[in-house]
């Protein structure tokens, strides 16, 4: 099974991607954490990427398509994967239909999750990370444990990400209208698109992804 997950940020691909990977025992490979690792761990692509993920722009698309490139011939891909946050340009997809031609292996679905900006920008304001172990909050219905307490790792390093910040999530949303929505028509075109309502309870979103893929 080789997806891609479409969608604004915010929209829930990080946690509909994970339910998918557990269900299929496939790997989600988010672009966005591995940008974020890479800055982390001050690598030269981190050190590359920095600056365009504090503004909410998207990084160059030669930096993301090789990190791409170089991740899907990976092992744990060989049954199939989860592309969470990529691709984000036409560019793009284009490279990454050349790279599936070279590994001679075919995308079956691209499920572009819809829900309506002002709920999107509701979630994200609140939408706390655990900076150790990457676990995902809501202040609003899904806060961590007592005292601000990781309730997967224990540790107390719950944080709002730079780029969920207002003036950050308005910039996203810009250019996810502008770049990436357009891979709605493209993905249409190619007989791959299939949309999903994410405004509803998680179980209820997934088991309809399920349906659409199966
Ligand atoms: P995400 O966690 O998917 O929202 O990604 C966080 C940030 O990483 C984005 O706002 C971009 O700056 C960068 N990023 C992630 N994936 C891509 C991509 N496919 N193309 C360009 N920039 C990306």
Partial sequence: MRLVLLGPPGVGKGVQGNLIKEKFNIPKISTGDILRDAIKNDTSEGREAEEYLHLGKLVPDSLINQIVKKRLPNQDCKNGFILDGYPRTLPQAEFLDEVFDEMDINLDKVVSIEVDEDVIVKRLSNRRVCLSCGEVYNMLNDPPGENGVCRSCGE?????????KPETIQKRFEVYNKETHPLKEFYRN???LAEVDGDGEVMEI????VSLIE
């Fill in 156 to 164: 107390k390093k719950i944080i709002q990400r730079d780029d969920d």
């Fill in 190 to 192: 190619n007989g791959l």
């Fill in 206 to 209: 997934f088991n309809n992804i």
